[in-house]
Nanobody
Framework: QVQLVESGGGLVQAGGSLRLSCAAS????????IGWFRQAPGKEREFVAAITWSNSKTYYSDSVKGRFTSSRDSAKNTMYLQMNSLKPDDTAVYYCAADRRTSTVVYTTPAQYDYWGQGTQVTVSS
């Protein structure tokens, strides 16, 4: 079992930045792919970014490419999502999730992921 806890959300003005953290416990993430998803009110959960733990390959949705950066700290068993140039459309609850079946391939569908954090709210004001 893996437990994931997100932090770092908050209220920021458009154009600002936030860094989300996802701390994992229970076991090391060396054999996982970690994804970031978000869900706005009335909308489906959507893929944002992912990082493969074994080779640090990253993948981003078109809506955040060039603005968001995913990274990991193996020593801390923690993942990060640096979000720059935030827009009001980025407002959502952000979740990190772990795919235990691969550490080298990125999937963008929520159903692929086995473990989820509780989410952290990001609100971007215009």
């Amino acid at each position: 079992q893996v437990q994931l806890v997100e932090s770092g959300g908050g209220l920021v003005q458009a154009g600002g930045s936030l860094r989300l953290s996802c701390a994992a416990s229970g076991r090391t993430l060396s054999s996982y792919t970690i994804g970031w998803f978000r869900q706005a009110p009335g909308k489906e959960r959507e893929f944002v970014a992912a990082i493969t733990w074994s080779n640090s390959k990253t993948y981003y949705s078109d809506s955040v490419k060039g603005r968001f950066t995913s990274s990991r700290d193996s020593a801390k068993n923690t993942m990060y999502l640096q979000m720059n140039s935030l827009k009001p459309d980025d407002t959502a609850v952000y979740y990190c999730a772990a795919d235990r079946r691969t550490s080298t391939v990125v999937y963008t569908t929520p159903a692929q992921y086995d473990y989820w954090g509780q989410g952290t709210q990001v609100t971007v004001s215009s």
